[in-house]
């Protein structure tokens, strides 16, 4: 039987999954909400579905594996909220289900450690979102179901690198202020190493090892162009988005330890350094 994955919300972190499983001969079908999108998809070897709209019944009866990207809209997740019956009914026929969440589920902890064990007290309506989320997909029985809550993500096009040269970059400083982050390569590997060794029922942290402060990011970043670092602008006299705001409501640090003990994945990226390193290489 050909292995299908069905990706919901096929994304920038969904297709770090896609160049792992596309080589190994994996079935595709992506949804997006674009032609554009579903255009570039096909050129890669997805199959797109434009979504909503398609009818999904086909995609649904054909996958053997689900990755759910698609974050949750006005508070609800909106592939339960369209398929709850037909997924549910097809709980038995998946190997595998993966739901990709936030570590914003654990809310502030005062810049101390986090882990998956951690109670879930989100600051944020987005973090309250992602919880209610993860816990109606939770709710599905005899799916095998697979959390992945991942820290912030940068990669090729998320980097901080086009904000330094171009002088916009702005070093905020809050005191305590600390972050985790992904590069999305390790998140494709994250996921593809849990697809390997199914664990129904299990959450991951998605990080790497090395939670740092913003401001620490933007000044490395500046380092590697050569450039002078940027401004510091206290929290408090920044103009900033509610949306940008909102991610400063929350300083934790986030453990990985069960990435690497049961799932047996080393790190390309350890740290937010190499990954800038990475990053810039790529550039040039």
Known sequence: MTQTLLSFGHGYSAQALERILLPQDWRIIGTTRSEDKA????????????WPGADMTPALDAATHLLISASPDDGSDPV??????????????????????????YGDHDGDW????????????????????????????GLPLHIFRLAGIYGPGRGPFAKVRNGTARRIIKDGQVFSRTHVADIGRVLAASIRQPNPGAIYNVCDDDPAPPQDVIAYAAELLGLPVP?????????????????????????????????GVDLLFPDYRSGLRALLAQDD
């Open 39 to 50: 255009a570039s998809l096909m050129a890669r070897g997805v199959e797109p579905r434009i």
């Open 231 to 263: 401004e510091a602008v206290r929290f408090e006299d920044a103009e900033m988005t509610p949306m940008a705001r909102s991610f400063y409501a929350e300083s934790k640090k986030v453990r990985n330890d069960r990435i690497k003990e049961e799932l």
């Open 114 to 141: 986090v882990d998956e064990s951690t109670p879930l007290t989100p600051a944020t309506k987005r973090g309250q979102a992602r919880v209610a989320a993860e816990a109606a997909w939770q709710a599905i029985p």
């Open 80 to 105: 339960l909220d369209a398929l709850h019956d037909d997924i549910a009914a097809r709980a038995g026929q998946f190997a595998w289900v993966g739901y990709l969440s936030t570590t914003g589920v």
